[in-house]
């Protein structure tokens, strides 16, 4: 059942229950592991584009590789294998989703030390195939993750649990994008031009940065899942570990389904799209790494922080539905604030306005879609039902994405931006509906 605010025969958790969550184990290991899921993103996706265009490839040949990015829409797929099939040893060891969380941090490392030592200049084929693994293992990551946070509290907790995890999450996009560009600026040798081996140096720090998840992973305790009978054939397992997981969300909210899917497939549209030109936009407004780094990676997530706070308090004291609606608004607004940044040149002070606009609507609307997201989960089918909504939600928008360098290159940034706000505007209308069937369901 979708959260909702208290009844009227409720009593409202006092300030001082709502904020002691954020003080319990399980939502303190939500801010590691949120930190382990936080950190490969930027690096296969907006650092990478930040890399590739100062390194001279064309901003069409930078949106299509934003396709890497389909791995994470795609996790669906083998979400059933990571959801019930134990890996030899490390299972009897850790558990199933202790295991899986491990190996899958295992590869991002592998693969970000390939990714450093790859020259992009002197072919990408290395670069995409790197990036690949990381990706693939990362969404493998998060398919594990988003199943131990379900299963390690209750619904009322969720929204807390999600607030810890963004905030996590947005602290590993500080040291994945502004620590990046800090330590790649710091190991150049000379002024200008584009040097491989700062950037290779940077990305080996990133794969040393997920030793403090690998140490949570293996300090921490397997949460207490629903164990379900084995399966005496190949067709009972497939049956169970595939085909219901899909017909219980199908049986569960019927006619509803078909909303919730729409919803979930365009509601964070606005900012995918918008996000893969964004780094591209910077070198070419003339923003040196240190800028951006000051700015939209340490200033603008810290902002994303208080958004992704601000967003689980108000969730747990005012319902989902209506921050899912505030975030969808904020998000699609705070897009059109980057064509008017366009037009003002390099002007620094315009971009920390602009960054704190935008990510603190992120953070408001992340918050609030992760809760609304691990709400709609059967808990004997978590990882499977989470990876496929948050498949979902990646796979339209990263699609369109892969397309905007052409369509920057076309019109220009600033319609471009424009258009990504207009991309928001089903989205109202869906969390409008979607909120309405709740409520009927509920009376």
Same mark, same amino acid.
């Given at each position: 059942?979708?959260?909702?605010?208290? !009844?009227?025969?409720?009593? %409202? +958790?006092?300030?001082?229950?709502?904020?002691? $969550?954020?003080?319990?184990?399980?939502?303190? &290991?939500?801010?590691?592991?949120?930190?382990?899921?936080?950190? +490969?993103? @930027?690096?296969?996706?907006?650092?990478?584009?930040? &890399?590739?265009?100062?390194?001279?490839?064309?901003?069409?040949?930078? !949106?299509?590789?934003?396709? $890497?990015?389909?791995?994470?829409?795609? %996790?669906?797929?083998?979400?059933? @294998?990571?959801?019930? /099939?134990?890996?030899?040893?490390?299972?009897?060891?850790?558990?199933?989703? &202790?295991?899986?969380?491990?190996?899958?941090?295992?590869?991002?490392?592998?693969?970000?030390?390939?990714?450093?030592?790859?020259?992009?200049?002197?072919? /990408?084929?290395?670069v995409v195939w790197c990036a690949l693994i990381v990706a693939f293992a990362s969404a493998t990551q998060d398919i594990a993750l988003d199943a131990f946070r379900i299963e390690s509290a209750g619904a009322e907790r969720q929204a807390a649990l999600a607030a810890a995890y963004q905030?996590?999450?947005? #602290?590993?996009?500080?040291?994945?994008?502004?620590?990046?560009?800090?330590?790649?600026?710091?190991?150049?040798?000379?002024?200008?031009?584009?040097?491989?081996? *700062?950037? *290779?140096?940077?990305?080996? $720090? #990133?794969?040393?940065?997920?030793?403090?998840?690998?140490?949570? $992973?293996?300090?921490?305790?397997?949460?207490?899942?629903?164990?379900?009978?084995? *399966?005496?054939?190949?067709?009972?397992?497939?049956?169970? *570990?595939?085909?219901?997981?899909?017909?219980?969300?199908? !049986?569960?909210? %019927?006619?509803?389904?078909?909303?919730?899917?729409?919803l979930i497939a365009v509601y964070r549209i606005s900012d995918v799209v918008m996000g893969i030109m964004a780094n591209p936009f910077y070198v070419d407004m003339g923003y040196s790494k240190d800028e951006v780094a000051a700015v939209t990676k340490i200033y603008g997530v810290i902002m994303t922080l208080v958004g992704a706070f601000v967003g689980g308090v108000l969730a747990m004291r005012l319902g989902v539905m209506r921050v899912l609606m505030l975030g969808a608004v904020l998000s699609a607004a705070s897009n059109l604030l980057f064509a008017w940044l366009g037009s003002r040149g390099h002007d620094v002070t315009a971009l920390i306005f602009v960054i704190s606009a935008d990510n603190l609507s992120s953070g408001i609307a992340s918050a609030a879609f992760i809760a609304y997201l691990s709400s709609l989960t059967n808990i004997s089918y978590s990882a499977t039902q989470y990876a496929l909504f948050s498949s979902m939600m990646l796979l339209a928008p990263k699609f369109i994405a892969g397309f905007s360098g052409e369509y920057v290159d076309a019109y220009g940034y600033s319609q471009f931006f424009v258009s990504t706000a207009l991309l928001g505007l089903p989205v109202l209308l869906l969390v409008g509906l979607a909120a309405r069937a709740a409520q009927r369901a509920r009376n």
């Open positions: 059942m979708t959260p909702s605010a208290p !009844g009227p025969g409720q009593l %409202k +958790p006092s300030w001082a229950d709502t904020l002691r $969550v954020y003080l319990e184990p399980a939502t303190l &290991r939500m801010l590691a592991l949120g930190f382990a899921a936080g950190l +490969p993103l @930027l690096l296969v996706l907006g650092t990478l584009s930040f &890399r590739l265009r100062e390194a001279g490839i064309d901003r069409a040949t930078i !949106g299509h590789l934003s396709w $890497v990015g389909l791995a994470y829409a795609f %996790k669906w797929a083998w979400a059933p @294998l990571v959801d019930r /099939l134990p890996l030899p040893g490390l299972t009897r060891w850790l558990g199933l989703r &202790r295991s899986w969380l491990l190996l899958s941090q295992a590869a991002i490392m592998a693969g970000l030390a390939g990714m450093a030592l790859s020259h992009p200049q002197n072919g /990408l084929q290395a905030t996590g999450y947005r #602290m590993a996009m500080i040291w994945a994008g502004a620590g990046v560009l800090w330590l790649a600026a710091r190991a150049e040798i000379q002024t200008t031009g584009y040097q491989n081996a *700062a950037w *290779a140096t940077a990305y080996l $720090v #990133m794969a040393a940065s997920m030793l403090p998840g690998v140490l949570t $992973v293996l300090f921490s305790s397997e949460p207490r899942r629903h164990e379900l009978p084995p *399966a005496r054939s190949a067709g009972e397992w497939l049956q169970g *570990a595939v085909v219901e997981p899909f017909t219980d969300f199908l !049986g569960r909210y %019927k006619w509803q389904a078909g909303l919730i899917l729409a």
